[in-house]
T-cell receptor
């Protein structure tokens, strides 16, 4: 079975400091990994994805994520946090390759990021 | 380019009633998926439609159903509403692919069952 774990319900960071939001996954075959952000009473906004290739992927708003196959992790990072980054962050996985199930995404429980001035 | 549009944004229904939610995908996107978001269960996959056919289905009771039209617009229906169906229902569309294309989400329909 596929699953995604975001071990921290909340992450608190001071503005200007680096931030990391953790994600680990379990999936058969090659994973397709995604990060989304959700602001209050809004839908999800796509940040970045890992499909194949370079383990470090760069996305929107200065975010990046590192795919680590041996640790089955896909942590979201940003070198310098902004107050406006405060939101709910979701990691998601799809089964890739021959195990692909189309558009179905499995989400983690979400991590609330709070950036204080 | 217009984004994913969901209507209505807010709904209040009574237990036992049924409800239909609508989703218009981004132009050119043929895959439409639906998710339920609740504080307790998080984001859960309901079903996916591609070229008017249900391609995937999550673990929800038969009261939850959907369909897709030839223009890729999709509707989901919930019959015999229960209090536990209160949630944010999100629709997402994506380009045809092998699962490697990102999904774009609408702003959701907030359903409250009283």
């Amino acid at each position: 079975a596929q699953s995604v774990a975001q071990p921290e319900d909340q992450v608190n960071v001071a503005e200007g400091n680096p931030l990391t939001v953790k994600c680990t996954y379990s999936v058969s075959g090659n994973p397709y990994l995604f990060w989304y952000v959700q602001y209050p009473n809004r839908g999800l906004q796509f940040l970045l994805k890992y499909i194949t290739g370079d383990n470090l992927v760069k996305g929107s708003y200065g975010f990046e994520a590192e795919f680590n196959k041996s640790q089955t992790s896909f942590h979201l990072k940003k070198p310098s946090a902004l107050v406006s980054d405060s939101a709910l962050y979701f990691c998601a996985v799809r089964r890739g390759g021959i195990y692909n199930q189309g558009g179905k995404l499995i989400f983690g429980q979400g991590t609330e990021l709070s950036v204080k001035p | 380019k217009a984004g994913v549009t969901q209507t209505p944004r807010y709904l209040i229904k009574t237990r036992g009633q049924q409800v239909t939610l609508s989703c218009s995908p981004i132009s050119g996107h043929r895959s439409v998926s639906w998710y339920q978001q609740t504080p307790g269960q998080g984001l859960q996959f309901l079903f996916e439609y591609f070229s008017e056919t249900q391609r995937n289905k999550g673990n929800f009771p038969g009261r939850f159903s959907g369909r897709q039209f030839s223009n890729s617009r999709s509707e989901m229906n919930v019959s015999t509403l229960e209090l536990g169906d209160s949630a944010l229902y999100l629709c997402a569309s994506s380009l045809p692919g092998q699962g490697d294309t990102e999904a774009f989400f609408g702003q959701g329909t907030r359903l409250t069952v009283v």
